[in-house]
């Protein structure tokens, strides 16, 4: 099919693909196709129970595709074998609701613990933390265990711990969902900020007004099903 | 890779985990032990075998000058009865090699047996010249002795498998309850093994969740559990070790070779080879069920 093959260099792309989770009867993602160009800045947008969840599992190969295809950065994640998904992920930050920061480890060895883990040396860790710790507006704070600090100041945090490495796609699930409108405009603006570093960042959000406000490219999915996909979108998902 | 962190995982790990890790290295001390003392038992009956079983089937033992009885009239055995006797044995289609074995010979024996016990007060004319037989069909031995039992300067004749066969055979009962106990033992500690291992990678959830969303790789996520059990494991294991040894020192040189000095008893050598095995045993044991237990609780 030479067409796809065309369309194959998009940075995310998926393919008819479904997702029926074991002992549910309605799938979780039904015969999506949509594709995602490096840079850009997605919402995905939907219900509680739409899917958005499980697209971000998709893309991290935290779950298999029930049918259909799907690429990412390159690679056909069906023939990806599993010693060479953590080489995938790495390329992939992460960020979700809960923060998910180790409570007994400060900002800075938060951040580190990234860059530790897929061993990369100390000195790389010295000049890559500061760094990013001060995009996100943290530095100073080096020092301080995640309790000590507000809502939106961890969630900078786990900003800080998707993006210490550089990745090529940022995933968000429901960011500010936790956090004050106020803080949540902050965080807003520091993931405008990663975009246009030129990190792809797709975000899963029931945040109308943030949507609203951005004014960029939505997917909006229901029941599993892409029911839209505009871009410069607004919410537009009426109860 | 990064070796203070797996090393301060694997600390942190072990002291939060202190109850459990004591259970498996007790229940990996145990079972190594029951294999230690299997094996050690195997020794035993191969020192005993090395000397007797394997060389000789029956044994022809001729008049010394103080024996006394129907075929040691004579006194001495002569050169003549020898011949007699020698010719008898080969010419005997069950027989398929004979040895001789002089006083002297009898005597150096004697000694490489019982090093350091009776040797000392037995003198080379006091023992017997004899002809060790070895039978094509060791089950043919009546015939063989029925042949030379009449000669004269026989003294008597041996069947020495029969005489050592109940002695082996209560090694032989107890190398296999040895190794029951070891089973049994085993699968305790493997069971064990799989909790903790369970019971860390639940509290350590949250670590191993952020390294595999960051992309670490398994083998990098799972060594500090791997080494841990690991390390539960050689503790165990020179515990064990330790155990055997006390054995050999304590029970088997202490008491049993003091009682029994006829018998030729494990030596230091085969009872030092065996802790290797135990330290090998006691480390694979663990990291396996570990790296088993770890592929059904750490999926990528």
Not at chain 1, 115 to 126: A, D, M
Not at chain 1, 147 to 152: A, E, N, T
Request: glycine share 8%; charged share 20%; with cysteine.
């Amino acid at each position: 099919m030479p067409e796809t093959r065309r369309r194959g260099n998009a940075l995310i792309r998926f393919d008819n693909v479904t997702k029926l989770y074991p002992n549910q009867a309605l799938p979780a993602l039904q015969d999506l196709t949509v594709e995602i160009e490096k840079g850009e800045f997605v919402f995905l947008v939907g219900p509680s129970g739409s899917g958005k969840s499980t697209f971000l599992r998709l893309v991290l190969k935290e779950e298999r595709p029930t049918s259909g295809r799907i690429r990412v950065a390159g690679k056909d994640l069906h023939r990806l074998s599993n010693w060479k998904v953590p080489h995938l992920r790495r390329r992939i930050g992460t960020v979700f609701q809960d923060f998910r920061l180790l409570p007994n480890k400060t900002l800075f060895e938060n951040v580190a613990f990234a860059l530790q883990v897929i061993g990369k040396s100390r000195r790389q860790i010295n000049r890559d933390v500061p760094a990013v710790l001060e995009l996100v507006g943290l530095d100073g704070k080096e020092n301080r265990l995640p309790d000590q600090l507000s809502g939106g100041e961890q969630q900078r945090v786990a900003i800080a711990r998707a993006f210490v490495n550089r990745p090529l796609i940022l995933l968000a699930d429901e960011p500010t969902g936790n956090l004050d409108p106020a803080t949540s405009v902050g965080i807003m603006k520091l993931l405008d900020r990663i975009n246009r570093t030129g990190t792809t960042v797709v975000m899963a959000t029931h945040d109308q007004s943030i949507v609203d406000q951005m004014r960029k490219r939505v997917i909006e999915l229901d029941a599993g099903r892409l029911v839209r996909d505009q871009s410069r979108g607004v919410y537009g998902y009426t109860r | 890779m990064r070796f203070q962190y797996v090393f301060s995982e694997v600390v942190t790990g072990l002291r939060r985990n202190l109850t459990m890790t004591l259970a498996v290295v007790i229940t990996v001390a145990i079972s190594m032990g029951f294999l230690g003392t299997g094996l050690l038992l195997r020794a035993q009956a191969e020192t005993m075998k090395d000397y007797w079983y394997d060389k000789i089937e029956i044994s022809v033992f001729m008049c010394n000058a103080f024996d006394k009885g129907a075929g040691c009239a004579g006194g001495q055995v002569t050169d003549e009865q020898k011949a007699k006797i020698e010719q008898t044995l080969t010419s005997h289609p069950e027989v398929q090699s004979v040895f001789y074995e002089s006083q002297d010979e009898a005597y150096q024996h004697f000694r490489e047996q019982f090093q350091n016990s009776i040797a000392d007060t037995i003198t080379p004319d006091q023992l017997q010249e004899a002809y060790r037989v070895q039978l094509g069909n060791p089950e043919e031995f009546e015939g063989v002795v029925s042949a030379v039992a009449g000669l004269p300067g026989v003294h008597q004749v041996v069947d020495q498998r029969e005489l050592l066969e109940p002695f082996f055979d209560v090694i032989n009962g107890l190398q296999w309850a040895a190794a029951a106990v070891t089973a049994i033992m085993v699968v305790a500690a493997v069971l064990l093994i799989a909790n903790t291992i369970r019971l860390a990678a639940f509290s350590r959830r949250r670590e191993t969740g952020i390294m595999r969303l960051v992309g670490a790789s398994n083998f990098y996520i799972q060594l500090p559990f791997i080494l841990e059990a690991a390390i539960a494991g050689v503790t165990g294991a020179v515990l064990a070790a330790a155990g055997v040894v006390l054995v050999k020192a304590l029970f088997i040189d202490g008491r049993l070779a003091k009682v029994l000095e006829f018998v030729a008893w494990v030596d230091w050598n085969d009872t030092l080879e065996i802790v290797p095995w135990l330290m090998v045993s006691g480390v694979l044991l663990t990291a396996v069920a570990a790296f088993l237990t770890l592929r059904r609780y750490l999926r990528v």
